[in-house]
DNA sequence: CTCCAAATTTGGTGTGACTGCAAGCTTGTA
DNA sequence: TACAAGCTTGCAGTCACACCAAATTTGGAG
């Protein structure tokens, strides 16, 4: 019934578009890959991409975009007496172990990270992204605490958090793109993370208890 | 010797079209002016145009550069026994009693976000501008402190920082781009200052102290 | 099954940023 | 005064993306 042969086709032929388009931006960059080619090789108009796609900078980042709710779970979700941050901080640090995708500690993200770096619309996008992150992360926290509104505590308590989860993702991502094994990796890691948190917590850590 | 009337006529040409590109801007907006209309304007060809600028976002944001340095200078021109967070914290609420521009603080810097805002790809060279200003920052911190080469702190807490003034100042340009009087703005915009400083000092006041 | 209306796809056409090239003009220098 | 280096220009081309009208496909009514 909400399911017809319509919206069938109409999934496979996006997902169609962007699996294309992945393959091809991988194999050779994002920048030496045009709309046309993505068209022809998921053999459909280029109209019909932009009909999928508004830019082609979206093409790649489609699936980032869930992340936004993901964070804010993370804080509304977190236990009874626990503070944002230390919800954070319990959460990548459990990240870590898991190699979670969220942050983007997967195996893969460092080539990931590799074409958006080198690609200066790709990289622009993907800080748009980041901001809008950060912004959600920001109402969220707001509602949560009950914020006047314009009181800027959780803007600025959201853009702490995730500037160190960032900083500390990439920082690992550009190690193993440097050819540093996971496994070399990680311990060092986790120590960078407790520190990075051991300077949020000293300053936020009384922030938004959960009473 | 070294100012012939070469160097003179360039520095002419390039200031002549940025001055034109920015009336043209103010006028009808960043995206409504093109590259061509510009060039018509400053009496050169396109070609012309690239050849001072690389891009036509360069036409607007040519002198936000120099603040890089103006941020390093705020670490190292700190007095004895004080950190680089306190260093800041002087710095800004300084620089809101002068409306320093520096901070974007100045009369017209409202109608500057406004024109920046209104342009996703203004927007986009904007927050490169302000990344770039932020690792330059790490890096000045890095070397004040002799951090190990793969120490997060310096570029965790020159995040931190910038990005605690910039939410400072966007929401005072904001407020008057709403209508509000500079006036009436300064004084909750001295306490949100002196709040946002507290966040960041409980957790980083004892960083970096110059001895 | 048939026909219609709505949604989707497509080709065509156009704009605007930006690139590369070769020719022309201006300036510094011998 | 002539030559070389540097700057400017026109021209042609690429690519992302917008707009529009025609063609195709699909869902549903009769």
């Given at each position: ?12 032929t996006r997902r169609r ?195």
């Amino acid at each position: 019934m909400d399911e017809g042969l319509r919206e069938r086709k109409k999934r496979q032929t996006r997902r169609r578009i962007a699996d294309m388009a992945m393959g091809l931006f991988m194999a050779r960059g994002f920048d030496q890959v045009t709309v046309a080619e993505v068209a022809r090789a998921a053999d459909v108009s280029v109209n019909t991409v932009f009909n999928y796609f508004g830019t082609k900078e979206d093409l790649f980042l489609d699936r980032q975009e869930e992340v936004e709710d993901l964070q804010s779970r993370v804080v509304r979700e977190r236990g009874k007496g626990e503070s944002v941050v230390a919800a954070f901080r319990r959460d990548f640090m459990e990240a870590i172990e898991e190699r979670d995708w969220r942050y983007g500690l997967n195996e893969g993200a460092d080539v990931f990270g590799r074409l958006v770096g080198d690609s200066p619309s790709l990289l622009a996008r993907f800080r748009e992204l980041e901001h809008a992150q950060t912004q959600r992360l920001a109402r969220t926290l707001a509602e949560e605490s009950g914020a006047a509104p314009d009181d800027l505590t959780p803007s600025l308590v959201a853009a702490q958090i995730l500037e160190t989860t960032r900083l500390l993702s990439r920082h690992a991502t550009a190690r193993t793109l440097a050819g540093e094994s996971w496994a070399e990796i990680v311990p060092q890691l986790r120590s960078q993370a407790e520190q990075a948190f051991d300077l949020l917590e000293k300053g936020i850590s009384g922030y938004c208890v959960r009473v």
